[in-house]
C-alpha cells in the first residue's frame, strides 16, 4: 500500500506537466493585425500542439519557468518584446519573427535564429540599379542598423553603387544630417531605424527628396501617401509560410546552418505620382521575391 501511494503521488506530479507537453510555444509581444498575418502563414489554426501567449495581455510572465515545466520544443517570438523574453532561454531552439533585433542578436545565441524584418540589400541595389541611381543617401543609427549597412555596402560596391551615409546617435539629428546630403545624392532610402526615423522625423526625408527632386525609397507602403516614391515591403504571409518550413526542420532535428535568414519574399509598392513626376515610372522593375 505505501507504494501504491508513492507511485500515485509522483504520476500526480509528473502528469500535469506530461499533460502540456506540446511542440510550439508562441510568444506574442500584442495582439497586432501584422502578427495575425504572420501566423495564418504559419498555419497557427491547423496546429493543434502549441500554446500561444501574448505578453501584453499579462502583468507579468515568467517565460522562464513557464518552459521549464512546460517542455516546449521549439519557441516562436513575435516582437521585439517577445524576443526579449525568449533570450532568457538558453537551451530551447527560438525563432524569432518581426523584430528588428534577430541578426544583430543571432550570432551570440547558439539556440536563436530568425527571419529578419529587412529586405535583403540585393534587393534594394537591384531597384536603384532599375532607378539608375548611382549615389544613394542612407541616415542610421550604426548601434541599431550598422550589421545591416555593413552588407548593404557590399552589396551596392558589387553592382557599382556608393552609399553616401551619414550616422546619428539621436533623431534629432536626422534633419540636420539630410541636409548635408543635399547635392550628393540621386536617391535616398530610409531604413527602418529607431533612431534615424521617428513619427517626428518622417517628413524631413519627403521635404528633402522634393527638395532636391530624388526618389525616396522606403520599407513600408505606409509611406506612399506621404511622399515615398517606392517601397520594398516583406509579404507578412510569406513570411508565417517560411517560418513554418523552418519550424518544421528544427521540429525534426535538422540544423539550421544561418543564425539569421531575409525574408522569402518582398513586394514593390510604388507611388506613381511621385515616380511619374521624377520620371521614373517607365524604367522602374518589378521585385517580387
Same mark, same amino acid.
Given at each position: ?7 500515485? /503521488? ?35 489554426? =491547423? ?7 501574448? +505578453? ?48 544583430? =542578436? ?36 550604426? @548601434? ?66 522634393? =527638395?532636391?527632386?530624388?526618389?525616396? /525609397? ?12 517606392? @517601397? ?14 523552418? @519550424?518544421?526542420? /528544427?521540429?525534426?532535428?535538422?540544423? /539550421? ?20 513626376? +521624377? ?11
Amino acid at each position: 500500500m505505501r507504494r501504491l501511494i508513492l507511485l500515485i /503521488i509522483a504520476l500526480a506530479t509528473l502528469l500535469p506537466n506530461l499533460a502540456m507537453a506540446y511542440d510550439v510555444l508562441i510568444l506574442q509581444s500584442r495582439r497586432d493585425p501584422s502578427y495575425d498575418e504572420v501566423l495564418k502563414g504559419f498555419r497557427f489554426e =491547423q496546429k493543434s500542439s502549441l500554446r500561444m501567449l501574448v +505578453l501584453a495581455d499579462y502583468a507579468e510572465v515568467d517565460v522562464v519557468r513557464i518552459v521549464r515545466e512546460d517542455h516546449p520544443r521549439l519557441i516562436l517570438a513575435i516582437g521585439d518584446a517577445a524576443l526579449k523574453e525568449a533570450r532568457k532561454i538558453r537551451t530551447t531552439p527560438v525563432l524569432a519573427l518581426m523584430t528588428l533585433a534577430v541578426p544583430a =542578436q543571432t550570432a551570440n545565441q547558439p539556440n536563436l535564429t530568425g527571419i529578419s524584418m529587412f529586405a535583403s540589400p540585393e534587393k534594394y541595389v537591384e531597384l536603384f540599379r532599375s532607378m539608375k541611381a548611382h549615389r544613394v543617401g542612407v541616415i542610421y543609427n550604426p @548601434a541599431r542598423s550598422g550589421w545591416y549597412l555593413k552588407q548593404a555596402r557590399q552589396a551596392a560596391e558589387q553592382a557599382g553603387i556608393e552609399l553616401v551615409v551619414r550616422d546619428v546617435a539621436t533623431s534629432r539629428e536626422t534633419p540636420e544630417q539630410l541636409a548635408s546630403l543635399a547635392g550628393k545624392v540621386d536617391a535616398l532610402w530610409m531604413l527602418p531605424d529607431a533612431t534615424a526615423l521617428t513619427r517626428d522625423s518622417a517628413e524631413s526625408y519627403f521635404n528633402f527628396g522634393q =527638395q532636391n527632386s530624388i526618389p525616396v /525609397i522606403s520599407f513600408s507602403g505606409s509611406y506612399l501617401p506621404l511622399g515615398a516614391a517606392a @517601397a520594398l515591403e516583406i509579404d507578412r504571409y510569406a513570411l508565417g509560410r517560411q517560418a513554418d518550413s523552418l @519550424a518544421a526542420q /528544427i521540429l525534426s532535428g535538422q540544423k /539550421i546552418e544561418q543564425p539569421a535568414v531575409w525574408p522569402s519574399r518582398a513586394a514593390l509598392k510604388r507611388n506613381s505620382t511621385v515616380l511619374q513626376r +521624377l520620371g521614373i515610372e517607365t524604367r522602374l522593375v518589378n521585385i517580387t521575391d
